[in-house]
């Protein structure tokens, strides 16, 4: 199988495809790259790595091969979220990062992400281009490399504390003590994942108390299916936060760039109404204005809240290579996709799902509302919103077979109520009351995902019941 990169990154099954050949064709390739671009002499780059098995002999693999181009590396001393590499790269002059991780696949995968000089997720420009140094290099693999021990003593690799300067940057730019002292009781799930830690240093001997599960580092995520904080994944915080009485769940996937919210009853918040929140928060909290992006995905409560504030919404596809260069064009307020990924202004443009965990808890002592509160008073101002999505195994031979039904079949089983169709990532069907329904192959794993919005959960249901019929070959 070639080395592809999908959605975010590239992912493949360990000592499989994801094997320390091919993780040091990608270093070569990126390396490549970055002295081709680089305006000094010696190019920066860092490289943090995950939870997952191997991450940290994969990330020293990489930084041998870096080092052995001439290129300087700061190398993480331990496991890190991807967001924390993300800020370093984005606050120092450096050329890239790179970050060892699968996110929220299965514990048989691992991934490797590649960070522009800004922080942002490869542009498709720029993994089109490590593509073609890849295929080069599968052909006639010349890899340089120098041995740990020799590019630390060299200079060339240094052991990097990122951590501090990126918790330093949150309290920059929010009030962390003014949610310290508001006594919230909060429920973290790291999902065994490199968030671990990460709220509880935040709020360590504060009135706010924070309970961590799932916090100790474990590469078969024992008890979850895969590191995603989606809602069948969260059944034990939902009960811990049940049976405690806490006042918020907060879950990050594998490499906490994402984040799942449950309310104080343990119900499990949509990406959709949390994106939705955020944009809340900043529109009519701190009273700021700004163009909004958002994913085909995510949620026409944006597009609603942009209508009321006199703010405009611009809509693209799914990744944030997609959102990232539209979010230093336009200089926007907020940004997010349904995967539970967003940032906000002031911040990197990439998604972190520990900033996002702490607007949500911000928006909370600010307005003196609960979780659930919150949500009633979003749907007060854009009215009630339904969102479900399904993932679907399928077998790679029928994928054209699939997209020829959908394309064929589509627009005649619901022409009366289409209002437009749009075939930019994958099918989205948008409806004249403003529902829609979305097909599209993951970029990510082996998975169709459906999608529906709707003004009732019968009418979403309705919806994934007809996408499952279109895709049923």
């Known amino acids: ?48 790595y995950d939870t997952r098995l191997k991450s940290d002999l994969f990330a020293e693999a990489v930084a041998e091969v870096l080092a052995g181009n001439n290129i300087h590396v700061s190398l993480t001393k331990g496991p890190v979220p991807t967001p924390v590499v993300s800020h370093a790269v984005w606050s120092n002059a450096v050329d890239a990062g790179v970050v060892i991780t699968a996110s929220h696949n ?135 936060v049940k049976s405690n009485q806490y006042d918020i769940g907060i879950a990050n996937d594998g490499d906490a760039d ?90 990197m443009p990439d998604r972190d799902g520990i900033l996002c965990g702490l607007l949500i808890l911000d928006m909370m002592v600010r307005t003196g509302k609960s979780v659930r509160e919150l949500i009633d008073w979003l749907f007060s101002i854009v009215g009630p919103h339904y969102y479900k999505r399904l993932d679907i195994k399928f077998k790679e031979s029928d994928r054209e077979k699939i997209l020829q039904k959908i394309d064929k079949e589509g627009i005649g089983l619901m022409a009366s109520e289409l209002h437009d169709l749009n075939k930019s990532d994958g099918f989205k069907f948008n409806f004249k009351n403003g529902s829609w329904m979305l097909i599209r192959f993951s970029g990510t794993e082996p998975l169709l995902r459906t999608y529906a919005e709707g003004n009732s959960q019968e009418e979403v249901e309705a919806l994934l019941t007809t996408a499952q019929e279109l895709i049923t070959i």
Not at 299 to 309: H, K, S
């Open 258 to 347: 994402r984040v799942g919210i449950l309310d104080e009853n343990g119900r499990f918040v949509t990406a959709l109404e949390t994106f939705a929140l955020i944009c809340l928060y900043e529109l009519e909290i701190l009273n700021k204005r700004g163009p909004i992006i958002r994913s085909l995905t995510q949620t026409n409560m944006v597009d609603r809240l942009g209508q009321i504030y006199g703010v405009p919404v611009i809509e693209t596809n799914v990744g944030f290579k997609h959102i990232a260069p539209l979010i230093d064009k336009h200089n926007a307020l907020a940004a997010g996709e349904e995967s539970g990924g967003f940032t906000i202004d002031g911040h």
């Open 106 to 240: 299965p514990p048989q995968y691992n991934g490797y992400k590649l960070k522009m000089h800004d922080g942002s997720s490869a542009s498709t420009d720029t993994v089109n281009r490590l593509e073609t140094h890849i295929r080069q290099l599968e052909k006639n693999s010349q890899i340089k490399k120098s041995s740990l021990p020799v590019a630390i003593n060299s200079g060339l690799v240094k052991k990097t504390d990122i951590e501090s300067p990126y918790i330093e940057h949150l309290r920059k730019i929010l009030n962390l003590d003014r949610i310290g002292l508001a006594g919230i009781k909060i429920v973290h799930d790291p999902m065994y994942g490199s968030g671990i830690g990460y709220f509880s240093k935040l709020f360590s001997g504060q009135a706010t108390k924070v309970k961590q599960i799932h916090s100790i580092k474990n590469p078969d995520f024992p008890g979850i299916e895969q590191p995603e904080p989606v809602e069948n994944n969260l059944s034990v915080l939902s009960n811990t």
């Open 1 to 48: 199988m070639k080395i592809q990169f999908g959605t975010e990154g590239w992912r493949a099954l360990i000592d499989q495809d994801f094997n320390l050949g091919n993780v040091q064709i990608c270093a070569q390739a990126t390396a490549e790259i970055i002295k081709a671009e680089s305006t000094t002499d010696i190019p920066r780059v860092i490289v943090g």
